[in-house]
């Protein structure tokens, strides 16, 4: 793969509903993008369609020769080019910690075996998110939002190009929210990993975000950094209500 995942012209419809319309960016390895917009506009969607693993019934035009290329890979070879977490997930399995997170070293492994360098990467994982306390609990006994942060974890652990998550700070207290995007931008920047992440927190977006893709529902989307896009009018498109935005210095942002 390249340094970036172009979409282009990408549409997408159960039957005659149509979810996607012509949707057209570029995630760029090393930058953290987040994709904003109200509930049913296609954001989930376009993630999964990304990654693959939509469901049957939906019908998808375009995207590009980049998009088709990746989805012609292996799942095994696709899995270390592109890591996606999806919005919700039960493990019927109750996995300790580092077991589940070792999952996201399987597309590495020879016929299933695990070798030290593995373990190696979900235990530096473990202790950059610092969920190190956490690696011999079971899944079962996490909270909601200790149980996200471990699926971020294993996500992380397949060294992708590019990662893909739908609402990452589900479940996760006011206070851990911004601590995830500032650790989602930094890993970006320094992993080199192109990062798109759906956020309905708009203020948390504007904040830690290096280019917003706002995707309203059946109209063109809006690409671009925080500046260029967050205003009065880009927010009334997407949305269909009124904002007021004002420059916070203390964030500097627009909230």
């Given amino acids: 793969m390249s340094s970036q995942l ?27 993008v987040c994709l904003c917009g109200p ?28 998009l088709k290329d990746f989805l012609k890979l292996s799942r095994r070879d696709a899995a270390k080019v592109l890591a996606y977490m999806q919005q919700n997930e039960y493990s019927e399995w ?22 030290a360098a593995d373990y190696e990467v979900v235990d530096g994982v473990l202790s950059e998110l610092g969920l190190l306390e956490f690696s011999q609990r079971h899944i079962h006994a996490l909270s909601g939002g200790e149980f996200q942060k471990i699926r971020l974890a294993r996500a992380l652990a397949q060294t992708p190009q590019f990662l893909l998550l ?61 500046s260029a896009i967050m205003n009065t009018d880009n927010l ?5 209500v009124d904002f007021e935005c004002r420059e916070i210095k203390s964030f500097q942002s627009l909230q």
């Fill in 94 to 115: 109750d996995f300790v910690v580092r077991d589940y997170v070792l999952q996201g070293r399987y597309a590495y492994t020879r016929s299933a075996h695990y070798a």
């Fill in 39 to 66: 509930n049913g506009a296609g954001k989930s969607t376009l993630l999964s369609v990304m990654a693959g693993v939509q469901e049957a019934s939906l019908k998808v035009s375009g995207g590009g020769e980049q």
């Fill in 166 to 226: 739908d609402e990452p700070a589900a479940n996760l207290d006011y206070v851990y929210e911004p601590h995830l995007m500032q650790l989602l931008r930094d890993t970006a920047h320094t992993k080199n990993l192109g990062v798109l992440a759906a956020v309905h927190d708009i203020n948390l977006a504007a904040r830690f975000a290096d280019k917003i893709l706002l995707l309203p529902a059946k109209k063109s989307v809006l690409f671009g950094s925080p």
């Fill in 6 to 32: 172009e979409i282009i012209s990408l549409s997408a419809a159960f039957g005659e509903k149509e979810v996607l319309h012509e949707v057209s960016f570029a995630l760029q390895q090393g930058e953290f």
């Fill in 236 to 240: 009334k498109y997407t949305f269909g």
